[in-house]
Structures are given as structure tokens and as C-alpha cells.
């Protein structure tokens, strides 16, 4: 089978992969949905941090402004193949794919995190106000902290996907 022929049948049955257990063809691809709850608003301790930068401590009642309960309801697919000979279940590459793509856009969110931080902290200078100053170095350190986390978590990953795919792929 060529590789255009693989890519026709991506959202059915891929022959060319196989149970990395048994090596058996027999696969069947499910699909799991996951159903996440979410209730939003209340309290915004973002609007209450504004508040308290601009207004001081009565400011932290802006947290309280615009305030409506909101849930929602989102619905998370994820793809498994599973072994009709042994059982064995495994993710599906194009989901585990996916995931690597979702962690290396937050590490570019987090780059863009720690330029604001650093507009925060020269702020912070030119209107000597000490506040805005520690906030930024603050979430400045936190991004440098994050950065390394995020990008072992990638290679984790990458790792698990390329182990798979060895696994998998005729
Ligand atoms: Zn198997």
C-alpha cells in the first residue's frame, strides 16, 4: 500500500499499522469522548488585580464587576486504536501529534508572557511604583521556570511519539 492510499484511510482503518504488542493487523480505531464542565465568572481576580493596581485595596471589589455564572461544556475526542487479537489499546499518532502542537503554542504564549512582564517591571520604574514592579519580576521568574518544564514535557513527548510510531508503523 503507498502512502496516498494510508493518508485515504486515515480516519478509518489504517492497514499499515499494527498492535505493538502482538504485531497483529486486527485493529479497531474508537473514538472516546470526554465531557468537560466548566463554570466561569464570579470573582475575576484579574479585574480585582486591575482594580487593586489603579484604585488600591477597594479595587479588589472590581473582581466583582460584570459578574455572571456562566457553564459550559466542551467535548474532548480522543483516538485510540485497540487490538482485536490481545486487547492492547494505544493512542492514536495524530492525537499525541496534536498534543505536542498544543504544547509548543504555550511555549510561544509563554514568550510573549514574559515580554509583558518586562513592560510591567520598566512601567514599574518609570512610575517608581513598587507594586508593578515586583509583580512583573515575579511573573518574570515564574515564566523562566516554566519554560525549561514545558519544553522537557515536549521532548517527553516527542520521545513517546516517535517510540510509538516505530512500534506501530509497517
Ligand atoms: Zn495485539
Known amino acids: 500500500m ?6 485515504k484511510q486515515q480516519n ?8 505493538p504488542s502482538c504485531n497483529s493487523t486486527n485493529l479497531q ?13 464570579g470573582y475575576s481576580g484579574s479585574k480585582g488585580f486591575l482594580g487593586y493596581l489603579f484604585l488600591g485595596p477597594f479595587g479588589l471589589l472590581c473582581g466583582n464587576c460584570g459578574k455572571s455564572q ?15 487479537d490481545c486487547g492492547c489499546k494505544f493512542p492514536a499518532l495524530e492525537d499525541l501529534e496534536l498534543e505536542i502542537q498544543k504544547k509548543k503554542n504555550a511555549l510561544k504564549g509563554v514568550g510573549s508572557i514574559f515580554v509583558c512582564c518586562l513592560i510591567l517591571v520598566i512601567m514599574g520604574i518609570l512610575i517608581d511604583y513598587s507594586l508593578l514592579k515586583i509583580m512583573g519580576i ?25 517510540e510509538l510510531e516505530q512500534k506501530v508503523k509497517m
Open 12 to 19: 478509518g482503518e489504517t492497514k499499515r499499522l499494527k498492535c
Open 70 to 84: 456562566k457553564t459550559t461544556v466542551t467535548d474532548e475526542h480522543k483516538h485510540f486504536w485497540v487490538c482485536s
Open 138 to 162: 515575579g511573573c518574570a521568574i515564574f515564566t523562566v521556570i516554566l519554560v525549561p518544564l514545558l519544553k522537557r514535557e515536549i521532548k517527553t513527548k516527542e520521545s513517546e511519539y516517535a
Open 2 to 7: 503507498n502512502e496516498f492510499n494510508n493518508r
Open 29 to 41: 480505531y474508537v473514538t472516546e469522548t470526554e465531557t468537560k464542565v466548566e463554570t466561569s465568572g
